[in-house]
């Protein structure tokens, strides 16, 4: 062996590595791990090694990596395979330069010590050998670049002189290389950590199970950075023994396939309490395309798990059968009555097609009303016979948008016997005129069933129910309700006393009589602790029938002589009072007097009770859902705007008018600097979800607003990390970035219908925008639009449901807005009044509206 004159360190890497312990071989074998990980071009290093075989006139040249193992990063002159790349580093000549730490060079190599026995040589690859150590700008000696030939050759220091020149080349490749994926990954972190306030980033490198958490993810799982050890084993200690068998599957899944990683699971902390987490992940290739590092994010889901539950209890204590189905008539819930009803169980059910698990519904009535169900958007009711479970039912299908919900109860026994009725009336023309009484009354109350459930408005239902009884049935008719379930529609939160009842409706065939039972209703206290009338069926659940009312029971119930002599002025006669129950749960009570010239059809008025409850309660639960999402939704959108001097600004949210779930509209200002960033959007969906997916983007688009992103970029970079921050299907969005200085407005917009523009003597305008994606869809560019501000011009933004009509065009709903501008000068506050106004959505549209309006103010 042969040292040549050449730029040498002050003493051999080994005798340093020697001195410095285990800790500089760990660190060495750590910074090229971290090079293997950045994922080189092959044609960085491969141009340099094919100039240093051609400037040294040698057959072969090559860059070799040491860790545990030698890995060839670059060759020229041989075709390696992928696993030939990879071998045991005593095996290389090249850990022979690593370890002296200088040039060797070595004319005929199997006349050496040191190397004649090593394989290469042996194997007379490797006749002569010259190779210069890469040593980092930290002393460390990451491998070597060589060249060789078959054939014995002297080395010149010359030739020292130029390998040591392209080594230095190779050393700056590789630490531009790695620093790159250094500053990428610190930004992927930082931009998943700080992006969504309650999302938390890891880093799991595959081979040594070393794993990087942030403070989010410590904090979740119940360690501080004093306990934490950044290692795999510090997680599998806090998930649950019952679901770490199930992660793993899942890991192993993804490092397999070099894919994607997702996973549900309960952690347990360090007090015993439990938590559930999403956690979701890419796998990422290193140098030679081998599972590198998973990187993902993860977040506490144990409030959503535990709202699903009680929706699933809710729907597990409903007596009425129930399934749902997706858009692809999937099976995706089925309850535990409908489990009983099918004699399937939802194991067995869920995620597959009903017409492939009942194939003799398919082509029948029951696919049939299914389809006009989801083509209408609108509940079908129907009855029918299903052969397979020998039975009738009455099934009521409503639509949502995504898919199909269906209650159904058996009723064969209520079929047997209208059958039994309709073929003993055969004979005689007395029990002709009964069928036909029978088939009058299930006329009646098939037609009580769709009136009663056309309208999801309790004091709609009640005045349905009302035109049913009134005067066919009964001269008048009074509804009570308990004060739980008559506080929403009597406006408040709470009624007090527990035990009291409320007369929520009632209606007389005279009207001059109605006003007196009115008045005399208002006057008299009711409680379910009453002995008689409506107070006492609500507290007992047990139905009131009183062929007259004596006049003991007037003065009983009189709390005064004024309000007796109106009781005694009222014609009460004969009164029927039916409970209103439904899912288990008594409503209220329904007190019908008789009609006159007649008598009362108890069990018809038991029939109509039953329907009446169950449209008031779904009418009841619909308004209790639409009020909890439309104060979540405004709970997440802010209720001021930043002040900015020269400039006044208004919004205004409008909820949908229809459906029963609010949407994902929403609006933004954020101060930057003089600056003022302004942005709209509109989530896909409705309901509790769509809105916290709202607020999740809302807190995403601030972070990166005052990260500084302009509006183009905010959106280029939201694109592409929406699949790991956020969980919904599309979003559209529109982001303006407005300079006071220069009074230039910067606009982007993702699928966003464009800004309007009004200035004073002109006509109003909308700005030219090249929108990109909705987001959620796929990644795309953004372009920006640019214009500068005419002197006192208004800025208006809004979200689709202020210019979309069922019934008309969006390009003339856009117009329709642009005129309602034309010749005004108005405050923002006023811009937003007169707009709504103009547009016809003071009291809301079918879809919900969202504006945001900036002006000069001078």
């Known amino acids: 062996m042969t040292s040549l004159n050449a730029p040498q360190p002050a003493e051999p890497a080994a005798a340093r590595e020697a001195e410095g312990g285990p800790d500089t071989a760990e660190r060495r074998i750590a910074a090229v791990r971290r090079i293997l990980t950045a994922g080189l071009p092959p044609e960085s290093l491969d141009r340099l090694t094919r100039l240093a075989a051609e400037l040294l006139e040698t057959e072969y040249a090559q860059v070799s990596l040491l860790a545990d193992e030698q890995i060839v990063a670059s060759v020229y002159g041989l075709d390696l395979e992928p696993e030939d790349r990879v071998g045991p580093a005593a095996d290389s000549l090249c850990s022979v330069t690593v370890s002296d730490g200088a040039a060797v060079a070595i004319g005929d190599t199997a006349a050496d010590d040191r190397v004649g026995h090593l394989p290469p040589v042996v194997s007379g690859l490797v006749g002569a050998y010259l190779g210069i150590p890469l040593t980092d700008r930290h002393g460390l000696s990451l491998g070597a670049l060589c060249v060789y030939d078959r054939k014995p050759r002297t080395w010149t220091a010359r030739d020292v002189a130029i390998l040591s020149e392209l080594a230095a080349s190779v050393v700056a490749e590789l630490e531009l290389r790695a620093l790159a994926a250094d500053l990428s990954t610190s930004s992927a972190r930082l931009d998943l950590t700080l992006s969504a306030a309650d999302i938390g980033s890891f880093d799991l490198e595959v081979a040594s199970g070393h794993l990087t958490w942030d403070d989010r993810l410590v904090s979740l799982f119940g360690y501080d950075r004093g306990t934490f050890v950044e290692h795999w084993d510090s997680f599998a200690d806090r998930a649950h023994p019952d679901d770490l068998p199930r992660v793993m599957e899942s890991l192993t899944r993804a490092i397999e396939t070099v894919g994607n990683f997702s996973a549900e699971y309960r952690i347990v902390l360090p007090d015993g309490a439990t938590r559930w987490v999403q956690a979701r992940g890419q796998v990422l290739p290193d140098l030679l395309g081998r ?25 597990e204590s409903m007596t009425d059968a129930f ?29 597959k ?199 003991t029971a007037l003065v009983a119930d009189a709390p005064d002589e004024e309000t007796l002599a109106r009781l005694r002025a009222v014609e009460v006669g004969a009164t029927l009072t039916v409970p209103l129950v439904s899912r288990g749960r008594r409503l209220g009570a329904i007190r019908v007097s008789e009609p006159s010239g007649g008598s009362l059809d108890r069990a018809l008025l038991f029939d109509v009770a039953a329907r009446a409850a169950v449209a008031l309660d779904n009418a009841l639960l619909y308004g209790a859902e639409r009020r909890n999402g439309i104060t979540l939704q405004r709970s997440l959108l802010p209720q001021d705007l930043p002040e900015v001097p020269g400039l006044e600004l208004a919004y205004e949210y409008l909820p949908g008018a229809t459906g029963a779930q609010v949407g994902g509209d929403w609006y933004q200002g954020i101060r930057l600097g003089d600056d003022l960033i302004l942005a709209i959007g509109d989530v896909m969906g409705h309901g509790m979800r769509s809105a916290a997916r709202m607020g999740q983007l809302r807190a995403i688009v601030a972070t990166l607003a005052l990260e500084g992103h302009r509006p183009g970029e905010l959106l280029r970079r939201l694109s592409q990390s929406s699949d790991l921050l956020l969980d919904l299907e599309l979003a559209t969005l529109l982001v303006a970035h ?20 009004a ?22 560019d953004y372009p920006e639009t640019v214009v500068t501000l005419p002197e006192d011009a208004t800025l208006v933004l809004y979200t689709d449901g202020l210019v979309e009509n069922r019934d008309d065009s969006l390009d003339h709903g856009l117009e329709r807005l642009r005129r309602s501008l034309r010749g005004q000068r108005l405050a923002p506050k006023e811009v937003c009044a007169h707009v709504l106004k103009t547009m016809g959505r003071t009291q809301g549209a079918d879809d919900d509206v969202a504006m945001l309006v900036m002006s000069q103010s001078g």
């Not at 230039?744 to 966003?752: F, I, K, P």
């Not at 200035?759 to 795309?780: H, N, Q, R």
């Open 291 to 315: 599972p590198g590092r998973l990187l993902g994010v993860a977040y506490d889901v144990t409030e959503l798990r535990s709202t699903r539950d009680r929706l699933a209890g809710l729907l």
């Open 323 to 351: 399934y749902s189905l997706d858009a692809s008539w999937h099976f995706s819930y089925v309850n535990g009555q409908a489990e009983r009803l099918l004699g399937r169980g939802r194991e067995d059910l869920l995620g």
């Open 353 to 551: 097609v009903i017409w492939d698990e009942f194939p003799e519904a398919f082509g029948t009535v029951f696919q049939a009303n299914f389809e006009r169900a989801v083509e209408t958007g609108e509940m079908v009711t129907f009855e029918e016979f299903y052969p397979p479970l020998d039975g009738w039912f009455e099934l009521r299908a409503w639509p949502s948008p995504d898919g199909l919900s269906v209650y159904f109860h058996e009723i064969t026994a209520r079929r047997q016997a209208q059958e039994e009725r309709e073929a003993a009336v055969e004979d005689s023309g007395r029990a002709y005129a009964a069928a036909e009484a029978a088939n009058t009354r299930l006329a009646l109350l098939a037609d009580a069933s769709s009136r009663l459930s056309a309208s999801l408005e309790p004091r709609a239902v009640l005045q349905t129910l009302s035109d049913l009884v009134v005067p066919r049935f009964g001269q008048w008719v009074v509804v009570a309700l308990r004060a739980d379930t008559a506080a929403p529609m009597l406006g408040r939160d709470d009624t007090g006393d527990a035990d009291r009842v409320y007369v929520v409706h009632l209606a007389h065939e005279n009207p001059e009589q109605e006003d007196a039972l009115r008045t005399l209703v208002g006057s008299l206290p009711l409680s379910v602790r009453d002995e008689v009338g409506v107070g006492a069926v609500i507290g007992t659940g047990v139905s009131e029938w009183l062929p007259q009312v004596p006049d």
């Open 738 to 757: 407005y300079s006071v200085a220069e009074r230039t407005l910067t606009v982007a917009s993702a699928g966003h219908p464009p800004p309007l523009l």
């Open 759 to 780: 200035e004073p003597g002109g006509e109003p305008w909308f700005v030219d925008l090249t929108p990109g994606p909705p987001i959620g869809t796929f990644p795309g």
